[in-house]
């Protein structure tokens, strides 16, 4: 991986933020997901900075970002206002943006307040919360069926079983971590073990909370947008099941949509040839 280099900007309440810039050419804003989680584990994309200039965003109370004063402004309405500022802090008209998972739901917010401001916008196996869809529990164990053959497979689904129905421990949720990616090798449990204690779990409570998401209004907002739009889906993924994740698409009226074959929530690490094929075509 090409190395980074750590740069500061201010955001609207003072709060000091941080990304990490990798790589040559025009520049691509990247929002990590988690929600609240740090940039480090999107690494360099799958060597997306071939191609472009990776910015990645450590958001407020992350990584490099400090913890802001008041912890309402963690919710997701109020993060846009940090993307503009970074915006602005770039010297850009338009930024061209690349979410993934939870950081999907920012960069729709972002889109449907500023719409002018964006030029490219790929979501990589994106969180719909936004938007207001969601798979059922039955939709998820489809997906995680397709996975029946592999030898990790009984347990993982039992407890996937357990979670559907409610019966959820710390425990259960750490044993369906293999159904997150296209294969359970040693790569990816060494990614997955290095997200541990990465995400800020109170910003991440606040994310979300309570009237953060207005489905209906930022529906309307999507129908109105005129930049090309990237949804990429794994074709195995739990978490965003290329069925909804296809609904998403098409709120988006100039929307390309995809499925990576063989890739779980995160595709650059199951095909990396593959994902930055189609991610650079895109923003070419």
Known sequence: MPASTAYDFTAYDGTPLAYHALGEGDPLVCLPGGPMQDSAYLGDLGGLTAHRRLIMVDPRGTGG????????????????????????????????????????????LYAARHPERVGRLALITPSTR???????????????????????????????????????????WKAIDPFYYGRWDAAAQAHNAAQDGRR?????????????????????????????VLVLAGEVDLNSIPGVVAEFAGLWPKAEFTVQPGAGHFPWLDDPGRFVTTTAAFLA
């Open 65 to 108: 970002s400090a913890i802001p004063e008041d912890a309402a402004s963690y919710r997701c309405d109020r993060l846009v206002d940090d993307v503009e500022a970074l915006r602005e802090h770039l010297g850009l008209d338009r930024i061209d943006l690349l979410a993934h998972c939870a950081g999907a739901n920012l960069a729709t």
């Open 130 to 172: 936004a938007v207001g869809l969601d798979a059922t529990g039955e939709a998820r164990m489809a997906t995680a069926r397709l996975r029946k053959d592999e030898p990790w497979f009984g347990p993982a689904f039992a407890a996937l079983e357990a979670i559907v129905a409610g019966r959820m421990t710390g425990d259960t």
């Open 200 to 228: 800020n779990d109170e910003a991440a409570a606040a994310f979300g909370a309570e009237g953060v998401f207005d489905p209906d209004a930022t529906r309307a907002a999507l129908a109105a947008f005129g930049a090309p």
